[in-house]
């Protein structure tokens, strides 16, 4: 029992010392620095077919980080989302991702948008593909169609990434996020922030224009907890009606 008490105390004081060691040598700058540049890092590894270009889920190319898919896990269980709409579908594999963690919490669907067909998209129950611009009329006939009055709903935008195309989903999709439920906006690290410079406006951009008329909607910055997120202020509640 002694023995134990004292593992744990020395196991204690040895966190304490990283802390402190950490907060000595690594200065907030730095930190940021690092977290930046190793953003940097894993973002541009895919020009060689590496990192977020060579992800799959179970099989299936899914172009995203998988630090931010371990926070779609931790939104979906949290929320239990009736209906999923995804703008922007590629291979299907975040798709399949978001059809997978439904199932193991027994609970949700997935509608997923995209311009393009794609042959060997993966099959699901859960999954509902639609080929279209997201921000058609026709398109968004079939999403408020498929949305049941007591639905809560959870929009993703990972579709065309230019400023004028997001803010124009925003505000399209923005109403049918349910108050309390989420509207996550994908690669808000472009032009900049901190990859790809040269991309012009894009989906950061979009969000603080959206954010400026639409107070229902607040940034959670706690999902940025795991320092790299591909989403930097993309993770958006709605807060209130409207
Ligand atoms: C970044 S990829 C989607 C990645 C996918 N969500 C994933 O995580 O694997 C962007 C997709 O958006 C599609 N796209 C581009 N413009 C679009 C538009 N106006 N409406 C719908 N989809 C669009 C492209 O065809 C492409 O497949």
């Keep these: 029992m002694l023995n134990k008490i004292i593992d744990r105390l020395k196991y204690e004081i040895k966190t304490v010392r990283r802390l402190l060691y950490h907060r000595l040598y690594v200065s907030p700058k730095s930190e940021k ?5 190793f953003h940097q890092l894993f973002y541009n590894a895919h020009l060689f077919g590496e990192t977020w270009g060579k992800t799959r889920w179970l099989g299936v ?16 269980f ?6 999923i709409v995804e703008c922007g579908t590629a291979s299907g594999g975040s798709a399949l991702y978001l059809a997978s963690v439904c199932d193991l919490i027994g609970h949700g669907k ?5 311009l393009d067909e794609q042959p060997d998209r993966p099959g699901h129950p859960r999954i509902t593909y639609l080929r279209g611009s997201s921000t058609s009329g026709d398109i968004l006939d079939q999403v408020r169609a498929a949305i049941r009055p007591a639905d ?4 993703i935008l990972d579709s065309d990434h230019h400023q004028s195309h997001v803010l124009e989903e925003l ?8 108050p309390g439920s989420r509207l996550i906006v994908e690669d808000t ?11 012009g406006p894009g989906p950061m951009e979009a969000v603080e224009e959206f954010l400026k008329t639409h107070p229902e909607f607040e940034v959670d910055s706690s999902k940025e907890k795991f320092l790299m997120t591909f989403n930097p202020r993309g993770y958006l509640k709605k807060i209130g009606p409207a």
Excluded: A
Aim: glycine share 4%; charged share 25%.
């Design 33 to 37: 620095e690092v977290v930046e540049r």
């Design 61 to 76: 190319p899914t172009l995203k980080c998988p630090l931010d898919m371990w926070v779609y896990q931790e939104i979906l």
């Design 78 to 83: 949290e929320e239990r989302p009736d209906l």
């Design 110 to 114: 997935i509608l997923t948008v995209d």
């Design 152 to 155: 809560r709903v959870l929009v």
């Design 171 to 178: 505000r399209l999709y923005g109403p049918l996020v349910s």
């Design 189 to 199: 690290n472009l032009n900049g922030h901190p990859i790809d410079p040269e991309f």
